[in-house]
Every structure is written in structure tokens, then in C-alpha cells.
């Protein structure tokens, strides 16, 4: 009975330990306030995807931002308020934007009437519209690196857990996320009458693309930084889809445990490693960066994901040119590639001091789990500085976290006069 009670303990230590990890990014940033917002225009389905019907969609989207943008205003969340000005720019393209609640944005980056290809990005933890940014600039950079003839959507579709709960441990917030993915993905295939979509997912949203996955039209499902998806295996997920993962070698997910624990309301834990063998997915090299760095500009993550899109084979080293050659794909021929001029890498003196207590944490609670658990782990100091990347971007990706760590977030002047 005392060795039950003790393994047990054990357990519930180890859960408490994958929860310091996955909030190792944000430690002191604060949880965006809930700013009222009305009810948006843009919520009712697109019953169409010609030329017009989404000029007129991307119409009344922004008019729904500019009501955001008022409503923050008589309450008193003027930069918010701000940043909403600045994210109505006409010439961007949204598909869907609602205020409420954290927000909801569906953003479009290119021709999503004429694309025979649609790559959708799923967002991982405490992204919402104070944070934006960082799913917006990646959203951009993969279609840059593809080119066109493809379009990429960032949606933000679903309320994403904060990493500092329980949430993160649940799948809770991904069923509810999965409901609406398969939704919007649906009516994407339908509406356009064909073309193939593949699913990008960060982080938390990797669980929300396994719960949507199921019997879901979609070519790949890709996983990075995926702190594991709820299921043990690929064959669990029921798709006909292609399944990649990539981790980044320098990723703060690599410490959080691969386990479930079975209470008796809840279980908690993500289950296995998806890019461990047996998972079965098909695991693409994603170089040396952090765990917000999958879609940094030149990198090897990026071209890879941009070549796996493709219907390339990824590369398992140097990234070569910046964009695949989807020209030479559709005549079946490979081109010679180059190195690119690696890219610039940030820090964050808050996410450092952050990941070194949770690192901290995280050793002492696994201490006596013995092999194969993250008590074995170790935070680099390269780690710790990744891990506070992307923790302040804004709506438009132009704030950084005060160095202060308190949470408060610095909009430089430029970000008034650009999207």
C-alpha cells in the first residue's frame, strides 16, 4: 500500500514537472487581460472562394478589427486599441477575426482562390492577439520560402491554453481546438473544390491536430516542438495523412517527460515523443534553434518544412537555397543547393532566468524517476536563452518583453506607422 501511495506521489510529481517546462517560455508574462470586443460580421461561413467573395470577406474582417480597435478604446486598452489600428491595414487579408475572448484570427498570405496547395498553421500556448506576431511573421516567412501557386493561413481558430495551467497537460482545450480546425479545414476543401492542405503544428498545437486528424482530407500533418500529441503512436492518430516531426536541437520542449498519468478525472500528459522511433512519424532534420524558431528566416526547419510541403525530401543538413524549387518539383527534377548566411539569434534575459528555475524545478521533482525521464536533463545556456523567444511579440510581431521580466510590453514608434 505505502509502495502504491509512494509511486503514485512520484507521479503527480512527475506531471507537476512537465508543467514547469511547457511554461518555461513565459514565466512572468502576464495573461492578456480580456478586452471587450463585439460580436464580429466575419463569423458566418464562406460560402465561396472566388476573387470577389473573399475581397469582400477580407472587407468586412477589417471592419470587424477597426470595432475591436474602438471597443478597446472607450475601454480604456489603448494599446491594444493601437495595435488593432495597425492590423487593419487594407492590404491585409483576413478570413476571419473576432476580439473576444483572447481572439480569434484567420490571416491569409496569398492567392487562396487560385493556390493548389494551402499550408495551415496551428498555433501552440498563450498564442492569442497580444502575441500574434510571432505566428504572423512565421506564417509570412513560410510563404515567402514556397513561393506562388501556394497559399499559408495562420490560424489562430481556437483559445489556446496558458502555459502556466493545467491546461497544457490536457487535451481539453485541443478537443474544442480540433472541433473547429476540422470545421475550417472542411469547408476550405469544400469551397475550393480541390488542391491538397497540409497541417503545421507548433507546440500544444500539435495535440490539437492529432484530436482533428481522424478521418481529416488533409496530405501531412507536421509536428515540431511538440511536447508529444496525446497518442502513443502514429497508427492511434486514423489518418491517411503523412506524419513528420522535427525538433529543434536547442527546442526547451526536449525536457518535458513523455508520460500520461491515468487519475481518476483526468489524465494528464502528452504520452510519446513524436520524434522518438516509436512513434512512426517520419522525423525531418530542424536544425540548432529554439523552440519559436521552426520558421526563422534561412534555417534548416524552414527549408525543410517548405521542401516536405513541396512534396520534396527534406535535407538532413545545410538548408541550402532559401526556397525550394517548385518549378524543378513539377518536372520531377532536384537543383543543387547553397548555404544560406545563418540567421541572427535573440535573447531574453527574463526567459533565461525563467527556464533556470523551471530547469531547477523540473531536475528536483524527477530526481528519483531513474533513466529515460527528464531528470537526466540539462538547459544550455543557448537553451535558456531560446526560451524566452517570442514571448512578447504583439499583434503586429514588433514588441519585445521589458528587460525588467515583469510582463510589461514595450511597442517601439515604428510599430504605429506599419502592419
Known amino acids: 500500500m505505502i509502495q502504491s ?21 513565459v514565466i512572468g508574462a502576464a495573461h492578456p487581460a480580456a478586452v471587450p470586443a463585439p460580436v464580429p460580421a466575419s463569423a458566418t461561413p464562406l460560402s465561396e472562394l472566388t476573387a470577389q467573395a473573399l475581397a469582400d470577406r477580407y472587407a468586412t474582417s477589417r471592419s470587424d478589427v477597426l470595432a475591436a480597435a474602438d471597443a478597446a478604446t472607450r475601454h480604456g486598452h489603448l494599446r491594444r486599441a493601437t495595435a488593432l489600428r495597425v492590423m487593419a491595414d487594407p492590404g491585409r487579408r483576413f478570413l476571419s477575426f473576432d476580439g473576444r475572448d483572447g481572439g480569434r484570427v484567420v490571416e491569409i ?57 493545467l491546461d497544457t497537460l490536457t487535451s481539453d482545450l485541443a478537443d474544442k481546438g480540433a472541433t473547429e480546425l476540422r470545421g475550417f479545414v472542411r469547408q476550405l476543401k469544400e469551397t475550393k473544390g480541390g488542391g491538397a492542405v497540409s497541417l503545421l503544428c507548433h507546440s500544444y498545437g500539435g495535440v ?78 530542424a536544425g540548432d534553434g529554439g ?83 527528464a531528470s537526466n536533463a540539462r538547459v544550455t545556456p543557448q537553451a535558456r536563452s531560446d526560451a524566452g523567444q517570442g514571448a512578447g511579440q504583439d499583434l503586429g510581431g514588433h514588441a519585445r518583453m521589458s528587460p525588467s521580466g515583469g510582463g510589461h510590453v514595450q511597442m517601439p514608434p515604428e510599430v504605429v506607422g506599419r502592419a
Open 291 to 373: 523552440h519559436s524558431d521552426y520558421l526563422v528566416d534561412g534555417s534548416l526547419s524552414l527549408h525543410n518544412i517548405a521542401r516536405i510541403i513541396t512534396g520534396q525530401d527534406p535535407l538532413q543538413a545545410d538548408p541550402g537555397s532559401s526556397r525550394p524549387d517548385t518549378a524543378a518539383l513539377q518536372t520531377g527534377q532536384r537543383q543543387s543547393l547553397t548555404t544560406p548566411e545563418p540567421h541572427p539569434r535573440a535573447s531574453d534575459e527574463a526567459g533565461a532566468r525563467s527556464a533556470d528555475a523551471a530547469a531547477k524545478l523540473l531536475t528536483s521533482s524527477t530526481r528519483n524517476q531513474g533513466p529515460g525521464t
Open 109 to 165: 498570405f496569398g492567392d487562396l482562390a487560385t493556390a493548389e496547395h494551402v499550408a495551415v498553421l496551428v498555433p501552440g500556448a498563450d498564442t492569442n492577439l497580444d502575441k500574434y506576431g510571432l505566428l504572423r511573421g512565421g506564417a509570412l516567412r513560410l510563404h515567402q520560402t514556397l513561393g506562388e501557386g501556394y497559399a499559408v493561413v495562420a490560424w489562430l481558430g481556437y483559445r489556446t491554453p496558458a502555459t502556466m495551467s
Open 5 to 25: 501511495n509512494l509511486l503514485r506521489l512520484r507521479r503527480a510529481l512527475l506531471s507537476l514537472s512537465v508543467a514547469s517546462a511547457v511554461a518555461v517560455p
Open 208 to 285: 490539437v491536430c492529432a484530436r482533428a486528424a481522424p478521418g481529416l482530407n488533409v496530405a501531412r500533418i507536421m509536428l515540431t516542438g511538440s511536447p508529444g500529441v496525446g497518442v502513443d503512436n502514429v497508427r492511434e492518430l486514423r489518418t491517411s495523412a503523412a506524419v513528420w516531426a522535427g525538433r529543434a536541437s536547442h527546442d526547451w520542449i526536449s525536457l518535458v517527460p513523455h508520460t500520461r498519468l491515468h487519475l481518476p478525472f483526468v489524465t494528464l500528459g502528452l504520452g510519446a515523443d513524436p520524434v522518438s522511433p516509436g512513434f512512426g512519424a517520419r522525423v525531418f532534420a
